[in-house]
């Protein structure tokens, strides 16, 4: 089963047996940015100077990637000027997760639980339902950061995800950070994709920092 980048950061971040995200706000913007660096690697977008352009309205294929295709050609078809990729991702992270998490349910991947927080608020949470793909995901991981297999373009953009949204305690959860980050900097620092694949990598890397700076000084203000 061929997943997205946004499907497996998901898998990811939600605890196999209680459902609940683990490094919530991190991986929103990782989830984000996977499903935008899926539609660089189909063609479809170009994220170049910190901004996202639409080079291609071609569907793909995936209802994922498509759905945010169609929205990102109404948004900037909108605007006035090339819109910064931090605007899309600041707009988007939130709403990215739920639909990625609709398409692990789709997919017989995850289940929906509801749930009640104290016995009053009413939460929805998204347990394992098939761990096959995810244990695949993790032996890949796991073969690159510290195995030193070489990774394909597909897992090299998703170590670049993960590294740059800080994610490694869910990529790697028995792992100290100090012993993979190195390695997953390495990755995402190589010679892996064309050029203008890279420069999106690095650019969304930038976007995903400033806009988790921004909001930790919102939250501690």
């Not at 899309?88 to 939130?94: A, G, P, V, Y």
């Not at 897992?155 to 949204?165: E, F, R, S």
Request: with cysteine.
């Amino acid at each position: 089963m061929t997943v997205t980048l946004a499907e497996e950061i998901m898998l990811l971040s939600l605890d196999d047996e209680s459902g609940a995200a683990k490094e919530k706000q991190s991986a929103a913007w990782a989830v984000a940015g996977g499903i935008l660096l899926d539609l660089v690697l189909a063609g479809r977008v170009t994220v170049d100077g910190g901004r996202l352009r639409v080079a291609d309205k071609t569907p793909t294929g995936v209802p994922l990637l498509d759905e945010r295709l169609r929205q990102i050609t109404e948004w900037t078809g909108r605007k006035s000027r090339v819109p910064k990729v931090t605007e899309w991702l600041t707009k988007d992270c939130h709403k990215a997760v739920k639909a990625t998490t609709d398409s692990l349910r789709g997919r017989g991947l995850v289940r929906a639980e509801q749930r009640r927080i104290l016995g009053i608020f009413p939460v929805t949470r998204y347990p394992e339902a098939d761990g096959s793909v995810e244990r695949e995901l993790r032996d890949r991981l796991r073969a690159v950061a510290l195995g030193g297999a070489a990774p394909d373009p597909r897992t090299a953009g998703l170590v670049a995800l993960v590294h740059g949204a800080k994610l490694h305690r869910v990529a790697f959860p028995d792992v100290p950070r100090k012993e993979v980050a190195p390695r997953l900097e390495e990755i995402a620092a190589g010679q892996w994709a064309a050029e203008d694949v890279r420069r999106a990598i690095r650019d969304m890397q930038a976007a995903m920092v400033a806009v988790m700076a921004a909001t930790m000084v919102t939250v501690v203000s």
